[in-house]
């Protein structure tokens, strides 16, 4: 009889918790992917398609399913920090099939030489050329993400990436001549 | 607990935590009166001076400004503007080193000054208070004034407060070591800052108003206290001398004992705060006009011979000061902007001082260590002890290192005023603060950063978003561009076909008439002689033929004008199409044309040609009628149907020809002709009321056309029937028969004329593709069914005694006539059945009962046809039984169910009668059911049937097959080797029984003959309604025929060539039925 008990107890239990549980699993449901779009966020959004996905949002969606971290060269190695600290992977070094230099850069047409081909608009991520037709184009700055996808289709090369301009803005001070001296 | 105020008046005060004391050096400077400068050399003048937006340049290279002149405007509330410090000439404009630790170049109004110092026209304005507070705040806005404690915030927003502001604090207490210059104003300008104090309490209405002072400064609390006398609200708060008392935080945390929340501003504790200096400032601007082109700088150090406070108009090179304050330049000397704690080592001495600008510190090495080096640091925590921010300077200098800039956040860099007390007393030397400026700038620059990451997602989204909009649009585009071009091919094809339909219905018409006489004489020849005649009577019919096709040519033409008439205007393409077709026709009319002259049999073969174009065409006409039947197919097995039936219809084109070139060689052939012709003839006239018919249909000139072109070609095949009929004819029973058809076929033509014309309206509504028309079947056969009923009724009647009659003349065996007999008896009977169930139940009893009677007779025919030939027609049904089954699962074939159905019907209802008189109603119920049910109901039967009896099915085939073999056997009977031939397939025996009880009974035939005439006339209108099940039906019975052949050929040739026309002749009755229905359906 005890046993019987018990296992009324123990049943009626686990449907308690059951029900808890299917309860909870459509009270609290998570629309989309969390990690996807965390790592999404830890993307520079340069949107310049160097890891090989067609943007940064289906490159963190490769990330969360277990692509490589290390192949946004733009994000560099703080965003492969941030990303392995997120997804509680170790940090890995770039990957060498990328270029390691990520400063920051805006594309530059040289509008002498632009034919208005709107080549480059096309290719444009972002949408930060402007021009039209046989028009000169020209590139909005403020826009650039720097992703140079622009450079590549352009049949004159006149569009070459320049690093971004210090401003005041975003003016850093010099910390090299801080000189540290360890101590015995 | 006493309040701020009692205890402001007890001399008691708050304090904030840390702080330090560094050395005082205020004595250096502030001995001696404010001087003021020569007149500089240039003024170099940034654009922006203050914390906000840049302003527009207002004056360009080359103009003349006066003093005081404005030279940028003011566009929103966060620019201030800027004015020209004397009177000069705008040099240029352009980018020059700045007052900023970076040396960076910003944009620059550079002055030559005239050396006249001429002001611009001034309003003096004695009673301030005569102004509202909006033009207060406006002239403080123009006069450029910013805070000019070190922020350089835009001080009219900051005076543009909401009511409810409690303290007004103004900042005298200048609490970095060597600055005083606020001291020497203070001293010097008192009067005027209290009237600025007065000006704020004006326009803010505060409740007291504060002004901190350190005690290091007596003279000028001597002079702020006797100036503010007059004002009850003032206190003139003395606080102890303490590093960094003098920031804004901190001195509010002094005055009132509260400390700003962190991320919150002073004004939500009601207080406001303005420096001292900044006070003056607008006292000058408002009453005496003057607005922020000078300040008192501080040049100081003790590298300075002279050190002392100097009136410098803005824009003035760091450099001029020095020089007038007995600065000597030596390499290593350091000049700071700013004080010693919280100032910057200038790059350059040409930067100008600004607005912000307080002191210029020379020192000496002595004075100020230049930056040593800095060590490890020890933990022992003094800087946590002097934050006055009570941060923790350590850890932020750590996370500082270590970039994680998170962690800086968390331990609230941001409130960090970068005050310098933390490095001040760093025994490792560290220069924390330079950390935490770096810290600052990363952490502004990494969210500007991810401001504009965010943006360009957004962007990027948009931009994809949009992307996904345009192919859409585009697809869109191509489709109905797609659409548009598939419409035009199927208008000019289906134009196409019906004009190879027309062709061929007048070359059989000519035919006809060429060889009627041909025909006469031929048909009493047609027993006797194998083939005489059948050159001449060839090239007859194709002299007749060519004829025909011209006709039909011009036809065509009229009716593709007609056509492009009724289409749209933009589908000039239809037209050219149709041209193109008329060409192609004129061709094959013309190639018979040319040939005449050669021999006849040349003329013949060419007509054979001729004819086998036009059929492929027609075929192919066919074809691109199905065509758009695949759409449907999604299953392979309908696919395969469809290239079944047109496989078969290419056959049967081929037997058209076969046959025609058989007619040549018999004489036979020349009566098939002519019942060919004639049965043309009425196609012809059913074309052309079509044709005419047509045009009315013009929102789907396509679909109708194709479905006529159809129609046409199912004429064809009925005409051909009607030729293998007539062939029959050589036996008495079958030419009877034949003639019957025929002109049952003409009244059936001319109903579907009329249908035509009355109901053009239903080709719109058949679907451009064959689907819809599958789909529009049912009801059309419903329609068709109502029509007949009146016409099946009777019909019924009479198949009934015909049908009695033949029963118990073919109680022994039927002749093939006969069987053809049955078939579009048992076909129509059928349709009545299903015509009868749908619309009254009364007229389903009679129909059952014909059908049962029909039903009966076939099966008692077919069993007395052929035991032998059961085997392999159950074998036969077996397999073309799943082939249907499967088939029935498509709409395309489910027209061939319906065939099948209706022949399963009848052997439904022949073993139902054979068996129990139960199944007959069953059928009769299930019959309804599928006229409800339609296309699936009709399904569902024809499994059933399947089911129920294999024989059934197989006397249904064995229907089809029977009829096959009747015209094989008649051609057969033509030819006597054919028929042996034919006699070795099962089926022959049977038939050449068949065919010798026919000679027996002409009587019945005759009855027959009626009969098939009323059927015929039933068939037509229910044919109408199930003309897509028939065609499909005539291809199965085509393919079973095929099969047949098949094996026949492996025994003959000819036999099987005669086959094949036989099929193909079935084919084309099926076709023709078919066609009817179609126009039927498009009637109704």
């Known amino acids: 009889m005890s046993i019987v008990i018990a296992l009324l107890i123990f049943g009626l239990i686990a449907v308690v918790f059951g029900a808890l549980l299917g309860f909870a699993s459509v009270r609290f449901k998570v629309e989309g992917d969390p990690l996807m779009e965390q790592i999404d966020a830890l993307l520079p959004q340069t949107q310049c398609g160097q890891c090989g996905y067609p943007g940064c949002k289906p490159y963190a969606e490769a990330v969360a399913n277990g692509d490589a971290i290390n192949k946004c060269a733009p994000g560099g190695d703080d965003t492969i920090k941030r990303i392995a600290d997120l997804m509680g992977v170790d940090a890995i070094p770039m990957d060498e099939s990328h270029e390691q230099d990520n400063t920051p850069k805006v594309a530059f047409i040289i509008e002498e030489d632009c034919i208005g081909c709107t080549k480059c608009i096309q290719a444009c991520p972002v949408d930060a050329i402007t021009g039209a037709a046989k028009q000169m184009h020209t590139v909005l700055i403020d826009e650039c993400t720097g992703c140079d996808l622009c450079v590549e289709p352009c049949p004159v090369d006149c569009i070459e990436m320049v690093p971004v301009k210090q401003t005041l803005q975003n003016w850093q001070w010099d910390l090299d001549a801080i000189e540290v001296v360890q101590i015995d | 607990m006493e309040s701020v105020i009692e205890r402001i008046d007890k001399n008691k005060f708050f304090s904030f935590s840390g702080g330090i004391h560094p050395p005082q050096q205020k004595f250096l400077s502030n001995d001696k009166p404010i001087r003021p400068l020569s007149l500089p050399q240039r003024l170099i003048l ?128 200048e609490c970095e070591p060597y600055i005083t210059a606020d001291d020497l104003l203070m001293r010097e300008q008192a009067p005027t800052i209290a009237d600025g104090i007065e000006i704020l309490d004006h326009m803010l209405e505060p409740e007291y108003i504060l002004i901190g002072i350190e005690d290091n400064k007596p003279e000028a609390i001597q002079a702020l206290k006797t100036v503010t006398k007059h004002l ?50 607008i006292a000058e601007a408002i009453i005496h006009d003057i607005p922020l082109i000078r300040r008192v700088v501080t040049v100081t150090g003790t590298a300075l011979k002279k050190p002392q406070n100097v009136w ?3 824009g003035t090179q760091v450099q001029h000061l020095l020089d007038q304050c007995g600065y000597q330049h030596h390499d290593q000397q350091r000049i700071i902007m700013g004080g010693p704690m919280m100032g910057f080592t200038l790059p350059s001495l040409q930067v100008p001082v600004v607005k912000i600008t307080n002191c210029i510190l020379a020192p000496t090495n002595r004075e100020i260590s230049p930056a040593s080096k800095e060590i490890e640091c020890i933990r022992c925590g003094q800087c946590a002890e002097v934050c006055p921010s009570n941060l923790l300077p350590q850890e932020l200098q750590w996370s500082a290192k270590a970039k994680d800039y998170d962690q800086l956040e968390a331990l609230n860099l941001s409130d960090c005023i970068d005050c310098g007390a933390c490095a001040y007393v760093c025994p490792s030397h560290i220069p924390l603060v330079q950390y935490y400026r770096v810290a600052k700038a990363e952490i502004k620059a990494k969210k500007v950063q991810e401001a504009k990451a965010e943006k360009a997602k957004l962007r990027f989204e948009a931009r994809k978003k949009r992307l996904e909009k345009e192919k859409l649009a585009r697809e869109e585009k191509q489709r109905l561009a797609a659409e548009t071009r598939k419409n035009k091919t199927k208008s000019s094809g289906a134009t196409g076909a019906v004009a190879a339909a027309l062709a061929r219905v007048k070359a059989k018409k000519a035919q006809q008439d060429a060889s009627e ?41 009229e009716k593709a004008a007609d056509i492009s008439r009724f289409q749209r205007p933009n589908d000039t393409n239809d037209t050219s199409a149709t041209n193109a077709t008329d060409a192609t026709y ?128 199912k004429d064809t095949h009925a005409q051909k029937n009607t030729n293998t009929d007539a062939k029959a004819d050589n036996k008495p029973d079958a030419k009877a028969a034949a003639i019957a058809r025929i002109k049952a076929k003409k009244a059936a033509a001319n109903k579907a004329n009329l249908d035509k014309a009355s109901s053009e309206i239903e080709p719109v509504s058949k679907e451009p593709t064959s689907e819809k028309a599958v789909t529009a079947k049912p009801e059309s056969q419903k329609v068709d069914v109502e029509k007949a009923n009146p016409t099946t009724a009777s019909s019924e009647e009479k198949i009934v005694s015909a049908n009695t009659v033949s029963e118990t003349k073919a109680t022994s065996s039927k002749s093939a006539a006969k069987t053809t007999q049955r078939k579009s008896t048992a076909n129509k009977t059928s349709a009545s059945k299903t015509a009868a169930s749908k619309t009254t139940a009364k007229v389903k009893p009679a129909t059952k009962k014909a059908t049962s009677k029909t039903a009966t007779k076939s099966a008692v025919t077919k069993k007395a046809s052929a035991p032998s030939n059961e085997k392999t027609v159950t074998k036969k049904a077996a397999e073309k039984a799943p082939t249907k089954n499967t088939r029935t699962a498509t709409k395309t074939v489910t027209k061939k169910t319906n065939a099948v159905t209706k022949t399963a019907d009848q052997a439904n209802t022949k073993a139902a009668t054979k068996t129990t008189a139960k199944s007959a109603p069953k059928t009769a119920t299930k019959a309804a059911t599928k006229t409800a049910a339609k296309s699936s109901a009709k399904k569902t039967t024809v499994k059933s049937t399947v089911k129920p009896a294999t024989d059934k099915n197989a006397n249904a085939e064995t229907d089809i097959q029977t009829a096959a073999q009747a015209s094989e056997k008649v051609t057969k009977t033509k030819t006597p080797a054919t028929k042996t031939s034919a006699t070795k397939t099962s089926t022959t025996k049977s038939t050449v029984k068949k065919a010798v009880t026919r000679k027996r009974t002409t009587t019945s035939e005759t009855k027959v003959k009626a009969a098939t005439q009323k059927a015929s006339a039933t068939r037509k209108t229910s044919t109408k309604a199930k003309q897509a099940d028939l065609f499909d039906e005539s291809a199965l019975a085509s393919d079973k025929n095929n099969n047949a052949q098949v094996k026949e050929k492996t025994s003959k040739t000819l036999s099987a060539e005669e086959k094949k026309a036989k099929i193909a002749e079935a084919v084309k009755k099926a076709r023709a039925q078919a066609d009817a229905k179609k126009q039927q359906k498009a009637d109704s």
């Open chain 2, 312 to 314: 410098a108009l803005l």
């Open chain 2, 517 to 557: 006489n041909n025909a006469n004489a031929g048909s009493s020849a047609v027993n006797e002689e194998p083939a005489t005649n059948s050159v001449k009577s060839a090239a007859a019919a194709a002299i007749a033929r060519a004829k025909a096709k011209r006709l039909a040519a011009q036809k065509t033409t």
């Open chain 2, 232 to 281: 009850d609200k003032v206190r003139v708060c003395v606080l102890p001398t303490k590093y960094p008392t003098g920031g804004e935080k901190q001195l509010i945390s002094a005055l009132i004992g509260k400390e700003v929340p962190s991320g919150s501003l002073p004004i939500d504790l009601g207080v406001i705060m303005q420096n001292v200096a900044t006070v003056f400032a």
């Open chain 2, 46 to 173: 940034p654009v922006q001076q203050h914390i906000g937006n840049v302003a527009d340049i207002l004056v360009k290279p080359g103009d003349k400004v006066l003093k005081g002149q404005p030279l940028t405007a003011i566009a929103t509330p966060m620019t201030v503007p800027i004015h020209a410090p004397t009177s000069g000439v705008v040099k240029e404009i352009k980018k020059a080193s700045i007052a900023h630790p970076s040396a960076m170049a910003e944009l620059c109004i550079i002055i030559e000054p005239d050396g006249d110092d001429k002001w611009q026209p001034r309003k003096i304005n004695t009673d301030y208070h005569q102004l509202s507070k909006a033009d207060l705040v406006a002239k403080i806005a123009q006069a450029g004034i910013a805070g000019m404690g070190g922020a350089g915030f835009p001080t009219n927003i900051k005076v543009n407060s909401q009511a409810g502001v409690k303290y007004l604090i103004i900042n005298a207490a």
């Open chain 2, 586 to 713: 004129t061709e094959t009319v013309k190639r018979p044309s040319d040939n005449k002259p050669e021999g006849e049999k040349v003329d013949s073969k060419a007509a054979a040609i001729a004819r086998i174009k036009a059929k492929k065409a027609a075929a192919e006409k066919t074809n691109v009628v199905s065509t758009s039947e695949p759409k449907a197919a999604n299953a392979p097995v309908e696919t395969q149907t469809q290239e079944d039936t047109h496989a078969l219809k290419d056959t049967h084109a081929q037997k058209n020809t076969n046959t025609d070139a058989k007619a040549d060689n018999k004489p036979d052939a020349k009566a098939a002709a002519i019942a060919r012709i004639k049965a043309k003839k009425a196609a012809a006239a059913k074309t052309n009321v079509v044709s005419t018919t047509e045009p009315k249909a013009a929102n789907a000139p396509v679909e109708t056309q194709t479905q006529e072109d159809t129609h046409a070609l």
